[in-house]
């Protein structure tokens, strides 16, 4: 047994994207485990796209990396000495080890792995990025069967999880991925029912038509890891009572090719760190809940603990001229006429 | 018990706002109610903002009102006649009449008035305004006391309605309002913690300073009636996990002060007429449903059933070169580094 480590700080921050230089490599002792504590031997390190993020110093879900630290991420390894309950030399775990090839970490954020499975599957179809596809397709894209999905970036980690998901579930899959060799991954390995190459189209228009023949009942549910052209794309082919689960924006992330007049990519940012939910809904929608508004908020009414305001024109043949000055604002309360 | 009636009709398609040319007084014999049908002499008259999107001959989620065609609305009234069960001349009505005099409709789509309460109120804030405020905000907004609500146009029928359910649960509401007397009344007579005038405001960033000066904890809610700048001012003030109905977006109707490059109001109007939901989320948050994750996908993953990808970089200290070639989309599967 080694009695030294290594592992890979952050050098530098990075302007724009990442260069080796960035990144340095280091060596030191091998810790000793405190108390509850495992110390790990890495076999498998994930490499994400999150951790671009951590790299910048700025507020985002998460806290950055400090200058000098250890590069976040999760691992895959053999416990070398255990003083936690439940885990022993030998077993296989997983846990938030840092790109290093030893961590201590304390028990209760390691977990031992299933021996039945590859251990690097902990890290990537049976760890955070299927854990996104799983946990997002059925909470915020609410599929059901029948309808039609469209998945940006769809033979990565995340999306060939939710296309598969959503195919078993009884969805029309549609993939668009980036160049030939990943079409063909998509509808043969991940078993999409279609797959488009966004590189075979010059402009929005062009990959929405190409969208559009294989999703003849339009779309239900995009699922949003790309955003740019490809969301440009996609929108005009969103059906009534759409779900976009935005998970990602590759093509904003970099930010140079926005227009500064653009608002989207700001809105869209915002939505995904906030973790904001956007609902647009018409009332017409909702009628079926009439009684039950009715039943809380008529006596509410009646006792005057909801007030409200009535402008009244009067005369039907005023209704247009209240209803031109009611678009323009004039009106406060709301604008009724008496017959 | 006259035998003629009157109504206003769509005499053209107004371009922009509409004129009063664009509408017609007609009158006509008093129609006599079929079988199942009630007559109504109607004495009050709903005007609302969708009524403009229904003169216009494009999709939208409600057919338009053809040319010579009777305007479209809600109306109470008075029962002249019935051969529909359950309605006996005399009783005080709803349903959508239309802007006229008179309407014969199917006894199924009308519906008898509480007689405590004055008819027009069906109408306003017992009506469908009443009615969006109140599902808008328990099934979008999803208040919760002790949050921060933010409401464009909030003195209108919806806004007044949403900021007083929202302050009797327990949220601090803050009224976005045009002009001093509107906020007086957003106080006053609908008991807003506060209200911030957006005309003495001459950018988003002045109006966004003085909503967060009455917002100290952020913005949970944002009920959007508006767009244009108070979406822009409210946006950097949203609170982690913030929900944002979008109930209508005036400032973006006209379209004129649109810059082309602004892909947002296009956006914004597509989650309003199509009722999407977009949902950004992280995983981080959902880490307590890994357990029934793995349960689930787990047994299909070492069945074979879910395929995955995996791309392998070996040794540590080959993690930064592969994490720079997976930021280009240099990979294809998950990227593991092999320690």
Same mark, same amino acid.
């Given at each position: 047994?080694?009695?030294?480590? =290594? ?10 994207? $990442?260069? !080796?230089?960035?990144?340095? /490599? ?9 108390? +509850?504590?495992? /110390? ?5 390190? #994930? /490499? ?33 000495? =255990? ?17 290093? #090839? ?5 028990? #209760? ?19 955070m990025p299927g854990l996104t596809g799983w946990v997002g ?19 990565? $980690?995340v999306?060939?999880m ?7 579930? *009884? ?7 980036? *160049?030939?060799? %990943? ?34 009942? *339009? ?28 998970c ?7 930010? =140079?090719?926005?227009? !500064? ?8 940012? #915002? ?16 009628? +079926? ?9 008529? $006596? ?19 209704? !247009? ?11 406060? *309360?709301?604008?009724?006429? %008496?017959?």
């Amino acid at each position: 047994m080694s009695d030294t480590m =290594s592992r890979i700080t952050l050098a530098r921050r990075p302007k724009g994207a $990442p260069v !080796p230089e960035d990144f340095k /490599l280091e060596t030191g002792p091998l810790p000793a485990p405190a108390e +509850d504590e495992v /110390l790990i031997e890495v076999t498998h390190l #994930s /490499l994400d796209p999150y951790m671009r993020g951590r790299m910048d110093d700025v507020k985002s879900y998460a806290p950055s990396v400090g200058l000098g630290g250890t590069m976040t991420g999760q691992g895959v390894g053999r416990v070398l000495a =255990s003083t936690a309950d439940g885990f022993a030399e030998g077993d296989m775990v997983t846990g938030m080890t840092g790109w290093a #090839s030893h961590a201590c970490l304390p028990g #209760s954020e390691v977990r031992k792995l299933d021996p039945t499975l590859p251990p690097s599957t902990a890290l990537g179809v049976l760890g955070m990025p299927g854990l996104t596809g799983w946990v997002g397709l059925n909470e915020f894209g609410k599929p059901k069967a029948g309808e039609t999905l469209v998945v940006g970036a769809a033979t990565g $980690p995340v999306g060939s999880m939710v296309g598969q998901l959503a195919k078993q579930m *009884g969805l029309r899959t549609i993939a668009i991925a980036g *160049g030939a060799e %990943k079409c063909r991954l998509a509808t043969e390995t991940f078993g999409f029912d279609a797959a488009i190459d966004h590189r075979a189209h010059d402009d929005a228009a062009s990959l929405r038509n190409a969208i559009a023949e294989v999703a003849p009942d *339009g779309v239900d549910i995009y699922w949003e890891n790309v955003a740019g052209q490809v969301l440009e794309a996609v929108m005009p082919l969103m059906n009534v009572h759409g779900r976009i689960p935005v998970c990602g924006m590759i093509a904003w992330y970099g930010g =140079s090719n926005i227009a !500064p007049e653009n608002q989207l990519p700001a809105m869209w940012r #915002s939505i995904l760190v906030k973790r904001l939910q956007v609902s647009g809904f018409i009332i017409f929608d909702h009628w +079926d809940q009439y009684p039950a508004f009715l039943k809380e908020v008529g $006596p509410k009414v009646a006792a005057g603990e909801i007030a409200y305001l009535e402008d009244v024109a009067e005369g039907l043949e005023n209704a !247009p001229d209240a209803f031109i000055a009611m678009l323009k604002g004039g009106n406060t *309360g709301k604008q009724i006429v %008496k017959l």
